[in-house]
């Protein structure tokens, strides 16, 4: 007699964000799992559910009324949360952990540098300048896992370097009109990581479970630390039109986007980015994407970077996104 065996329903978190939308492709391709896809606006649904999510619903860090809906008969989980939606995912982790009996692994999206409990934080060191703390963002990312560490859950822990996508959305306009953009990064180098490479090592963890990697933490880069006027050539010869970087000032960058934010670029230009983790090879057998390939390549998603260059974007100039997340306590 055949059996008909019921697979294990993980919820993907921020389904229709950049991360999420290619996680539930590759695991639709895989089969392995019931995939429950969240969206914050269910006008999202027939697109995910056209990437191969088996469920939709809505899903809100700051309406705790939509979590049992999500988290109901949920195995595994992928946890993503906008920077400012903090003290949302700190009680959404507790929320979990009243079910850690029910859901045997979460994979957590994090930021290199959020080490408190893999290294160690050395303000003198790993500050930006004489006097100044850890990058408020680094530490709201080490509350973001030490939530789910104290919620009793299993966790797994991708940390990512400054993502591809994320670097030049605030500059759509000057890059389309006058081929041109801006920010306070110039010589430094960083191995930007893409959005494509951690869904893909979300993938594994996911797919081989707590048993391997529970209680692990990975750190994701790109191939190669590249500087804004090597950023500038890739993007050109992916639109093929000339691009210029124009180097903008650390003042006027945080007078456009708030003090927090400017605190995590500073840290940017000190080189504590630079280098390139061996994680995703060793996950996954494949060397980082690079970042012409992930502009002009497509995704299991079916969008390339270059696509989703122009999509919405969190930051915007003018409007300090943090300044309300700045506020929240451990």
């Known amino acids: 007699m055949e059996t008909n065996l019921v697979k294990p329903t993980v919820l993907i978190t921020s389904a229709s964000g950049r991360i999420g939308k290619e996680l539930v492709a590759l695991l639709a391709q895989d089969g392995a799992f019931n995939i429950r896809a969240c969206c914050f606006s269910m006008d999202k649904a027939d697109s995910l559910k056209a990437l191969g999510a088996h469920e939709v619903v809505k899903f809100d860090l700051n309406d705790n009324s939509t979590w049992d809906a999500a988290l109901d008969g949920v195995s595994a989980v992928y946890s993503a949360s906008l920077d400012p939606m903090l003290e949302g995912h700190l009680d959404f982790s507790k929320a979990m952990g009243e079910r850690a009996e029910k859901i045997k692994h979460v994979v957590r999206v994090s930021c290199m540098g959020a080490d408190t409990n893999t290294a160690s934080y050395n303000p003198d060191v790993h500050s930006s300048r004489k006097g100044a703390a850890i990058p408020l963002m680094l530490q709201h990312y080490w509350w973001g896992e030490k939530s789910l560490i104290d919620a009793g859950l299993n966790v797994s822990v991708l940390r990512n370097n400054f993502f591809m996508n994320h670097l030049l959305k605030t500059d759509c306009d000057t890059i389309q009109s006058e081929g041109w953009f801006s920010n306070p990064l110039g010589a430094s180098r960083n191995s930007f990581v893409a959005t494509r490479d951690i869904a893909t090592a979300a993938m594994v963890l996911l797919l081989e479970g707590p048993d391997k990697h529970g209680n692990k933490f990975y750190d994701l880069t790109g191939p190669e630390p ?38 995590f670029f500073e840290y940017l230009t000190n080189g504590f980015y630079c280098r390139c983790s061996p994680d995703f090879y060793n996950l996954t057998g494949t060397k980082p994407t690079s970042y012409y390939d992930y502009l002009t390549t497509s995704g299991a998603s079916g969008e390339s970077g270059l696509d989703e260059l122009w999509q919405g974007n969190l930051w915007k100039k003018g409007v300090d996104a943090m300044k309300d997340a700045a506020d929240v306590k451990s």
């Not at 950023?231 to 927090?260: C, P, V, W």
């Open 226 to 263: 590249q500087n804004m006027d090597e950023i500038a050539a890739d993007l050109g010869r992916a639109m093929d039109k000339k691009i210029e970087y124009r180097a903008q000032s650390m003042h006027d960058f945080e007078n456009d986007f708030g003090s927090t934010r400017a605190e």
